[in-house]
């Protein structure tokens, strides 16, 4: 006859079983439509651009050195790439400046809602909340409503008389840093919120019993014990802003170019898929960098919460 | 006259931010709610109040047509989304002996999360339009199995949050009094989970309601969803249909939320 | 020896538990066997991480043993799981399912057994009565007291009529007044339904007031099995005196010993009678245990002197802080009366009288 310990080991090995069955469907699913595909796009970076879209099946280094450099078509010389470093700066300034920008409007906020009553703190999440799940697009399209030549804007402005032609503010970077902070900022007051409603305010009375005034109580007391909220925040908008396609496509109007746009180019009409797939896989790369420095330091912050 | 308090929660200037804040998020959603009431042929001038770019919306057959599509892709994308997320979650949650590869679950349900949209909107316009020439095969089933991918995380999250809260005893006191781990499961477990799969199924509706970037690369001809019919419209010049389009929309994400927000309010 | 396993509800033989693996492994419970008796209010005290929750579990089902048996009136259930066996659970946070009323919660077990409905609607009003809370049945369980909840959480467990009741901590989420109103009211259930309640505390006057039998279990291991008196009086082990209720500690060497007791000589040079508990192993050097409220202070003489260092007030009774000559503090508990102490003051020079039979010698 087994064991009791036998029978408790075969029993753990049933329940392993069993959860990687329940996980399958799941796994699977983000397989296929997934991860998976990203390893086709890895492949297509080393092939040749067939003439008609789609690649050549013969490998070629091409694509990844032009997401860098550039050949002069008529004298073969080598350059570098002065458009696609030019749309690398501009996606990451514009992403940084989101980034800034969100926390700046973000961080009162969200403050604001966390020392709100507890009865009526809900509503002014939901606030914050209704933007949030609004279509992307829809939103882009209202901060354009604002922007425009015959906008809010410009016909407030036309009104006090302050101007007489309107002022270009669409297909700008300032309209594409606009839209950004526009639709990413309930991205960075949400987690900021969920840690400043963790926020001890006891803490923040001993900050104000040892003689620290308002401003030094938000330096050396909230802000150090909100730290988690405000790097999850920041890389919440930082990501997606670097990605980010549908707004500087509306907001840039096609000249303004960020990576997302630079990439979808080169599968429309630029008809080079693989300088497409090698660019696609160095966003890929900055986002990575940026999650395992989050992930570095929210394991940091873990690991001395008690410190 | 009362002496002011010294208020310990207050911060100098925050509370006139954030009202700011509010005021600039709702700003230019209330400008397009007003001029989808617009009775011009362009946005740019308000000439007085009129519903006929509603009208014009409803007998749009291009937007009737992207709608029930969005819905249909939705519809399908959340259930399929919600049931594996939800199996996923029971998988991953409460393991009382920690096993190798449930760190590498994690990863790969949140995997398109991590990811930008972008490059995976790229990588499946080429794992799909090869998979078409293949089969010749061209309908949704692309649109809703993509959409399902990326739903996951989103269905994965309050279901999880949902049980990761659920007292476990209360399972363990069904065990004891002679409940079958089926009979604990569909008498206790589930009854308890039930708000979070209902947000869960909210949420993965919505995203799914909302995408453009995946959807833009992956659809075929005439696959246009309300979200990429709307994109390909402000290539051209932009009538208020388009605020009319988008204030039903927006109505529409106001009462998911709404109800989302009371149930998941609503805490054992 | 002929077992007699119709005498025991719960035999529990060399059961060890061991969690972890490899270098982290730790023995919750190590080789412990105790047998409980049919009707018995078995209490399981001890501190928290003693391992007597753990040995709990292992008889309701939701662990198993790394090793060893468990017998329910003479069969292994060791490896039984949980809704196979007939034992039921009372829990510390009560496990009431939020999405039942009350009258569907005690119904649960019964419907799981598959009775018929009638018989389940007549025992669940029947255990309404028993914990008297015929009034409640179609409330949420949130929308009742931590008070109804448990006497819900009571007649969940007892409505299956479970062989043995296993009760995890379940007034230790009560305020004072109502955890000593539940105490009589658990003895008064127990009386009524005659089950087995095997009762798991960390509180030894709960212990105290409300077992036939304590066991008091400490690293994995029960130390003493005795009725409350025998613990309390005959503490065998230093652990247990100290444990449970107020002890000094004397050192002291064993002159002679028969028939378990012993005369021993305090180091002081008195010489005191002493009770030599189960299992002692013969040795010269020994601790005995005095009860605070079994010695008294006088001026002169005692078993043995000291410098009283300070007087502590305690309304029924007065604590009276004694250094002792040879080293080591000893309290003496004396109760008060209206006319006033003994005029007693720190810095005064006493003798602490023991009472005769006080002494008791430890194994350890």
Redesign the interface.
């Known amino acids: 006859m087994a064991t009791a310990g036998e029978i408790a080991e075969k029993a753990g090995r049933e329940d392993v079983r069993r959860r990687w069955l329940l996980s399958t469907p799941a796994l699977a699913i983000i397989f296929f439509a997934g991860i998976g595909p990203l390893f086709i796009v890895l492949v297509y970076s080393f092939l040749a651009p067939g003439s008609y879209g789609d690649v050549k099946w013969q490998f070629s280094t091409d694509a990844w050195v032009g997401v860098v450099l550039q050949r002069d078509i008529f004298d073969g010389t080598i350059s570098i790439a002065d458009a696609h470093l030019q749309i690398f700066l501009r996606s990451v300034t514009l992403s940084l400046a989101t980034t800034v920008l969100t926390l700046i409007f973000g961080f009162p906020t969200a403050y604001f809602i966390a020392t709100r009553p507890e009865n009526r703190r809900d509503i002014w999440l939901f606030l914050i909340t209704i933007p949030f799940w609004t279509n992307l697009l829809i939103r882009t399209f209202a901060m354009m409503e604002v922007l425009r030549n015959e906008g809010l804007v410009n016909g407030l402005l036309r009104f006090l008389h302050i101007i007489d032609q309107p002022i270009q503010f669409m297909y700008t970077d300032f309209a594409v840093l606009v839209g950004m902070v526009y639709v990413f900022l309930p991205l960075m007051v949400l987690p900021l919120f969920a840690s400043m409603e963790k926020l001890d305010f006891r803490l923040v009375e001993a900050g104000y019993d040892l003689y620290a005034t308002r401003f030094q109580v938000l330096r050396r007391v909230i802000i150090p014990l909100v730290k988690p909220g405000i790097i999850a925040g920041s890389i919440l908008v930082f990501i997606p802003s670097l990605g980010a396609y549908v707004t500087p496509r509306v907001m840039g109007g096609g000249t303004n170019l960020m990576i997302g746009n630079l990439i979808e180019l080169q599968f429309g009409q630029g008809r080079n898929w693989p300088l497409g797939a090698a660019l696609s896989m160095t966003l890929m790369a900055i986002v990575m960098i940026a999650l395992l420095f989050y992930v570095r330091n929210a394991g940091r912050n873990q690991g001395s919460g008690h410190g | 006259m009362a002496r002011p308090r010294f208020e310990v929660r207050a911060q100098t200037g925050f509370t006139v931010m954030a009202v700011l804040t509010f005021g600039l998020l709702y700003l230019p959603i209330m400008t397009l709610v007003v001029y989808a009431f617009n009775d011009n042929d362009s946005i740019a001038i308000w000439k007085g109040f009129s519903l006929r770019w509603f009208r014009s919306a409803w007998n749009n057959q291009l937007v009737v047509e992207a709608s029930i599509r969005s819905f249909q892709i939705a519809a399908a994308a959340a259930v399929l989304a919600t049931v594996a997320a939800t199996m996923a979650a029971l998988a991953t949650t409460r393991v009382t002996r920690p096993y190798r590869g449930l760190t590498f679950k994690y990863a790969f349900i949140n995997q398109p999360l991590m990811v930008p949209e972008i490059v995976t909107a790229v990588a499946l316009l080429i794992f799909f339009s090869r998979i078409k020439m293949w089969t010749g095969y061209t309908g949704l089933g692309y649109l809703i199995v993509a959409h399902t991918a990326f739903c996951i995380p989103f269905a994965y999250l309050p279901i999880r949050a949902r049980l990761e809260s659920m007292d476990l005893s209360l399972e363990t006191a069904a065990a004891d009094l002679y409940a079958t781990p089926w009979n604990t499961f569909r008498r206790v477990t589930l009854p308890l989970l039930w708000p979070g799969i209902l947000a869960g199924l909210m949420l993965a509706f919505v995203i799914s309601l909302d995408d453009v970037v995946i959807t833009e690369f992956v659809k075929s001809g005439g696959q246009d969803t309300l979200p990429t019919y709307m994109l390909g419209q402000f290539r051209r010049i932009v009538t208020p249909e388009i605020n009319a389009i988008s204030t039903v929309f927006l109505l529409l994400s106001i009462a998911i939320v709404t109800i989302f927000f009371f149930v998941s309010r609503k805490r054992a | 020896m002929p077992d007699k396993p119709d005498r025991n509800a719960i035999e529990v033989r060399g059961v060890s538990k061991i969690f972890g693996t490899g270098d982290s492994q730790v023995a919750a419970l190590d080789d412990v066997s105790v047998s409980i008796r049919e009707n018995e209010f078995f209490t399981l005290l001890g501190p928290s991480g003693c391992g007597k929750t753990t040995l709990l579990r292992l008889i309701?089902?939701?662990d198993?043993?790394?090793?060893?048996q468990i017998l329910l009136h003479g069969d292994d259930i060791?490896?039984l799981?949980?809704?196979?066996r007939p034992?039921?659970?009372v829990?510390q946070?009560y496990?009431?399912?939020?999405?039942m009323t009350v009258g569907q919660n005690i119904a649960?077990?019964l419907e799981?057994?598959g009775k018929p409905k009638a018989e389940i609607a007549a025992r669940v009003a029947a255990m309404l009565k028993l914990v008297k809370m015929e009034a409640l049945r179609d409330r949420r369980t949130s929308q009742i007291s931590g008070g109804q909840q448990q006497r819900v959480a009571l007649a969940?467990?007892l409505a299956?009529q479970p062989k043995v009741l296993l009760l995890d901590e379940p007034l230790s989420a009560l305020d004072y007044k109502l955890r000593k109103e539940m105490q009589i009211e658990l003895k008064r259930l127990q009386h009524e339904t005659g089950i087995t309640f095997i009762f798991v505390t960390h509180d030894q006057e709960e212990a105290l007031t409300m077992s036939d039998r304590i066991a008091v279990m400490s690293s994995g291991k029960i130390l003493q099995v005795g009725s409350p008196r025998d613990i309390y009086d005959r503490p065998a082990e230093r652990f247990v005196a100290d444990f449970i209720g107020e002890s000094n500690f004397l050192e002291a060497a064993v002159v002679a010993s028969a028939n378990g007791r012993a005369t021993v000589r305090l180091a002081s040079g008195t010489e005191l009678a002493a009770a030599l508990p189960e299992g002692f192993q013969p040795k010269d050097r020994v601790t005995v245990v005095v009860r605070p409220e079994q010695a008294r202070l006088v001026r002169e003489g005692g078993a043995a002197s000291g410098v009283l260092e300070n007087v502590v007030y305690f309304g029924t009774d007065t604590h009276f802080h004694v250094h002792l000559d040879a080293g080591g503090p000893f309290i003496v508990r004396q109760q008060n009366t209206r006319s006033g102490d003994a005029g007693y003051a720190p810095g005064d020079r006493v003798g602490v009288a023991i009472g005769e039979d006080a002494a008791q010698v430890l194994k350890d």
């Open positions: 309701a089902g939701f198993f043993p790394t090793d060893g060791a490896l799981p949980p809704y196979k034992v039921n659970t829990f946070s496990a009431l399912f939020p999405h649960f077990g799981m057994l969940r467990a299956p």
